[in-house]
């Protein structure tokens, strides 16, 4: 017997960072307003797309911008959960110094700026952060140096800012999705090898969805998980434990 878990984040404000795109981030912003939560969403371009548009209040930031981040935090009153979901990757690409560099700096650096910013927003509402990290935190990456290493960062950051700030009552924590259909797998995925050796090593027997991570994310954001702090979770159909 199957039982659904309802989760009700009525008055919660939640902020999902680089959810745009669609994907993972619009997934997660999806899943916590039909859990009845406010939500906002950001993005790097001038408008997310055209399916998000007039859906989500929507605030365009550059991760890498650290004043646009400060003045973005200054002008939000109150702050529940922060999601931080924005990244970039480019497969074969990433062994150029400055490409590295810029992965670097949108998933890693751009992580750590929205987290501090918004800390005390956090401490306020004893609220819960949570990171969006990669299997590829443990596994290496041969077409993604940058994006593996990224990811290994946000992991482990999750891990140190869950001990630094557990004392303010902010929960942090991170989710490793493992092989999801996104705009940023396309380029992968159009490579008919990668997508068998994928699906055979994978138990469940198929790439994920962006809708897959969803759930995990609304736990971890809920009081069901309040005793969870540190963690990094893997959602990727067993991929991991193979």
Known sequence: MRTEVEFNFSDREVLV??????GIGSAIARGFADAKADVAITGIESEPIAALQGIYKYLRLDVTDHDAILRLAAATKKLDVLVNCAAITSRGEEMDPGFFSHVLDVNLQGTFRTAKA?????????????N??????????PKNPAYGASKAGVAQLTKSLAIAWASDGIRVNSIAPGFIVTEQSAK???????VSAVESRTPLGRWG??????GTVLFLASSSAGFI????????GGYSVV
Do not use: K, N, Q
């Not at 992968?188 to 990668?194: G, T, V, Y």
């Open 229 to 236: 702090t540190g963690a990094c979770i893997p959602v990727d």
């Open 118 to 130: 918004f800390r005390e927003h956090l401490a306020d509402s004893r609220g819960s952060l949570i």
């Open 17 to 22: 960072i680089g959810a745009s795109r669609g």
């Open 132 to 141: 969006i990290a990669s299997m590829y935190a443990t596994f290496g990456s």
């Open 209 to 214: 969805l962006p809708e897959d991570i969803v």
């Open 188 to 194: 992968s995925r159009l490579d008919p090898a990668h």
